[in-house]
C-alpha cells in the first residue's frame, strides 16, 4: 500500500506540472477578470498569485433608464464623470468590460517596479495608492506607463473603475517619475490620489441642545457618580449660547470609486424650535440652527413654559433630598438667599456644597459643609467641620475655617481664620492668621499671627498666643520659600565655581609664553610666505577657547555673587516689616498671654509674657545691635 500510495502521488504530481506547462497565456473579454482568474487556477491547478494579466482594451459604457442600452463613453466624452449631476443620479448604471491577456507571472521581472499598494476610505469615495520606500529601483524609458498599468491592475482587482475621475493619479506618477530618475532611488513612501469619488454628507435630524446643562458634573474626583450634585442651579453668563435648536437638514448622496451609489435617508424633525423666552434671552438665526443667547450672567429659570434668566433666588435649605448641592461659579452674578432660621436645622445640610456669587444664609452651616463666594452672610452658627471661602465674609457665631480678604466675625469660638483683614467682636478660643487683626474682646485660649498689626480694645483672659510673624500668610510665606529656595540654590551653584576658574586660569599662565612663541613663529611664516602648520593653528584656538571659557565663568561667577546679593536684600526687607509691626493693646493686660516676634534671618523668636494689670499700649521689636533684638513696651500709641 505505501509503495501504491507513492506511485500515485508521483502521477498526480506529474499530471499538474503537465498542466501548469500547458498554460501559457489566454486572451478572455470579461466584466469580472477576477472570476476569470480563478476559473484558471482551478483548471491549470496555478495559484491565483502566480498569475497576472495585461490590459488590452477597457471598454467603459452607463445608462440611466432601466430599459434603455448601455451608452458606450468614449475620449472626451468621460468628462460627463465630473458633472457630480450627472453622476449623483440614483438610476445611474456604469460598467466596465475588460479585454485581458492573462498569463504566469514571470519568476523575474525584466523591469522593477516600485511596490504600490492601493487603500481607501470606508466609503471608497477616495482611493490612496503608497509607493513603497526603494533604495534599488532605477528609471528606465517607459517607467511612467508600467507604473499606471500596475495600479489600473490593482484596481480592476478591487473592482475599482478605470480610467474615471482618476485625472489626480496620472498627475502623481509623472511627479513620482520624476523623482526616480533625478535620485535613482525613492527615498521615501509616495503617497497619492489615484481615484476620486463624492462622498456622501448624511442627513441631520433636528435637535434640541441644552447646553446650560452640559455644566453639570455629576461625577466626583474618583470618576464616581455624586448624587448630591443634580443641577438644582444652572448659572450662565452674558452672551452665552444657553440652548441651541439645530434645525433638519438633508443631505447629499454620493458615489464611490466601484460605482456604486451612496444613499442618504431624509432628515427628519421631532423638536418646536421656537421657545417662549423673556426680554433676558436674544434668538438667534440662521438657516441652520436657533440660537438662544442669555443677555445677563445668572441662572436658567423656566415658569410657565417660558426661559428666563434670573440672579436672584430664595430657597428654603440646601440638603440632600431636596436640592443637592449648588454650584454656579462665584462670577455667575447669581444671589442666593436661604431662609431656613431655625437654631435647631442647618440651612445648608451636612456635606453639602454651595459655590455661587453672592449667598445670605439665615441659619447654620452644617458638618462637612463647604462654600465658596464672592460675599457671604451667616447669621447663625458654622459647625467646625465646615469650611467657607470667600472674599467678603460676615459671620455670627464660627466654629469652622474661613479664608478670604475681609473677614467679620461676632464670635468667634474655637474657629479658624484666614484672611488679609479680620475683625472680631468676641474670640473665645480658635486661631486667626492675618496681615492684620482688630478684636474688641479678647478672652481665653486665642492664637493670633499677623504680618504687620495685632489690635485688642479689651484683654478678657489667659493664655493667648499673639504673634506677629512675617510668614504668617499664604503669600508672604509663599514668597519667603521662593527667596531661600533661591538662595540654597545660588549658594550650590557657587559652591565649585573658585576651583574651575582657578584651575583655567592656571592654565592659561602657565601657557601664555608658549603661545606667544607660537604667534611669532605663525608671524614669521607670513612674512616669509609660508603656510603656518594647522596644528600651531589650532593651539591657538584651542588657548583662546579656553580664555573664552575663563571669561564666560567668571561673569556668571559675578552674576551669581550680585544675584545672591539681590536675594538677600530681598529677604532683609520682608524681614524688616518685622519692626514696623505693632501689637496694640488698647485696655490693660491679663496674666500669662504671650506676645511674640519670629524672625526669619537669623531664625530666632522673641518673647514676651504679660503680666496682671499691665498696662502696655503698644509692642514693638527693635533691633539692639549685631543679631540682638528686643521687646520695646510704650504706655503710649505712637503717631504712625
Keep these: 500500500m505505501g509503495l501504491f500510495g507513492s506511485s500515485h502521488k508521483n502521477t498526480k504530481e506529474t499530471d499538474t506540472h503537465e498542466k501548469e506547462d500547458e498554460f501559457k497565456s489566454v486572451i478572455i473579454d470579461t466584466e469580472h477578470v477576477v472570476d476569470e482568474l480563478k476559473n484558471l487556477s482551478a483548471v491549470y491547478n496555478i495559484s491565483p498569485r502566480d498569475l497576472s494579466f495585461k490590459i488590452l482594451k477597457i471598454l467603459t459604457s452607463y445608462k440611466i433608464e432601466k430599459n434603455e442600452d448601455y451608452k458606450e463613453v468614449t475620449g472626451e466624452d468621460f468628462e ?20 485581458v491577456e492573462i498569463f504566469k507571472k514571470p519568476k523575474k521581472e525584466l523591469h522593477a517596479l ?74 521615501n513612501d509616495f503617497v ?25 458634573k455629576p461625577k466626583d474626583g474618583n470618576d464616581r457618580v455624586d448624587y448630591a450634585r443634580r443641577g438644582y442651579v444652572l448659572a450662565v453668563s452674558s452672551g452665552e449660547p444657553i440652548i441651541e435648536y439645530v434645525k433638519a437638514q438633508n443631505g447629499t448622496p454620493g458615489r464611490n470609486c466601484q460605482g456604486k451609489f451612496l444613499s442618504v435617508t431624509e432628515a427628519t424633525s421631532q423638536y418646536d424650535g421656537n421657545l417662549n423666552i423673556s426680554e433676558n434671552i436674544t434668538k438667534k438665526e440662521d438657516d441652520n440652527k436657533i440660537l438662544y443667547v442669555a443677555n445677563q450672567s445668572g441662572y436658567v429659570n423656566i415658569d410657565n413654559g417660558v426661559y428666563d434668566i434670573k440672579d436672584n433666588m430664595e430657597i428654603e435649605s440646601v440638603d440632600f433630598k ?46 462637612g459643609a463647604t462654600v465658596k463666594t464672592k460675599k457671604l452672610v451667616v447669621k447663625g452658627q458654622t459647625h467646625k467641620t ?20 475681609e473677614i467679620e466675625i461676632e464670635r468667634l469660638e474655637g474657629g479658624m481664620v484666614f484672611g488679609d483683614i479680620v475683625r472680631i467682636k468676641s474670640a473665645i478660643g480658635g486661631e486667626v492668621v492675618a496681615k492684620e487683626i482688630y478684636i474688641d474682646e479678647l478672652t481665653s485660649n486665642t492664637t493670633l499671627r499677623a504680618n ?18 512675617p510668614t504668617s500668610t ?32 592656571r592654565l592659561i599662565d602657565n601657557n601664555r609664553s608658549i603661545i606667544e612663541e607660537i604667534k611669532n613663529r605663525i608671524s614669521d611664516l607670513k612674512k616669509s610666505n609660508k603656510r603656518p602648520p594647522i596644528s ?48 496694640i493693646n488698647r485696655g490693660i493686660w491679663k496674666e500669662f498671654n504671650e506676645l511674640k516676634f519670629k524672625l526669619i534671618s537669623p531664625a530666632l523668636e522673641v518673647i514676651y509674657n504679660t503680666k496682671d494689670n499691665e498696662i502696655i499700649r503698644e509692642v514693638t521689636l527693635v533691633h539692639t545691635g549685631d543679631n540682638q533684638f528686643e521687646i520695646k513696651k510704650s504706655s503710649e500709641y505712637s503717631a504712625s
Design 192 to 216: 497619492f490620489v489615484v481615484c476620486q469619488g463624492v462622498e456622501k454628507v448624511d442627513s441631520i435630524d433636528d435637535k434640541l441642545l441644552f447646553h446650560y446643562k452640559n455644566k453639570l
Design 386 to 405: 465646615s469650611k467657607l471661602e470667600s472674599e467678603f465674609a460676615n459671620i455670627a457665631v464660627h466654629r469652622g475655617e474661613v479664608s478670604g480678604r
Design 322 to 367: 431636596s436640592t443637592g448641592s449648588i454650584e454656579t461659579d462665584i462670577n455667575s452674578n447669581v444671589t442666593i438667599n436661604i431662609k431656613e432660621s431655625d437654631a435647631l436645622k442647618d440651612a445648608i445640610g451636612p456635606g453639602m456644597s454651595v459655590e455661587t456669587s453672592e449667598l445670605n444664609i439665615e441659619g447654620n452651616i452644617g458638618s
Design 536 to 583: 600651531l593653528i589650532n593651539k591657538i584656538k584651542d588657548y583662546q577657547k579656553i580664555v573664552n571659557e575663563y571669561n564666560t565663568l567668571l561673569n556668571n561667577f559675578k552674576n551669581k555673587k550680585h544675584q545672591l546679593a539681590s536675594l538677600n536684600e530681598n529677604l532683609l526687607s520682608v524681614q524688616n516689616q518685622i519692626f514696623s509691626a505693632k501689637i
Design 452 to 469: 504687620s498689626l495685632i489690635d485688642i480694645s479689651h484683654v478678657k483672659g489667659s493664655n493667648n498666643k499673639l504673634c506677629i510673624d
Design 80 to 99: 460627463i464623470f465630473h458633472d457630480n449631476d450627472f453622476l449623483l443620479n440614483p438610476e445611474l448604471k456604469i460598467k466596465q468590460h475588460f479585454k
Design 114 to 187: 516600485p511596490e504600490i499598494v492601493l487603500g481607501g476610505n470606508k466609503s471608497l469615495t477616495k482611493i490612496i495608492a503608497t509607493a513603497k520606500q526603494n533604495f534599488e529601483i532605477r528609471y528606465y524609458e517607459g517607467l511612467e506607463e508600467k507604473i499606471i498599468e500596475d495600479i489600473n491592475i490593482k484596481k480592476i482587482r478591487s473592482n475599482i473603475l478605470v480610467g474615471i475621475r482618476d485625472e489626480a493619479m496620472h498627475r502623481e506618477v509623472k511627479k513620482l517619475v520624476a523623482m526616480i530618475r533625478v535620485k535613482n532611488l525613492l527615498e
Design 474 to 505: 499664604h503669600v508672604y510665606h509663599q514668597k519667603i520659600e521662593k527667596i531661600n529656595e533661591d538662595i540654597k540654590k545660588t549658594k550650590i551653584e557657587l559652591v565649585p565655581m573658585p576651583k574651575l576658574l582657578e584651575s583655567k586660569k
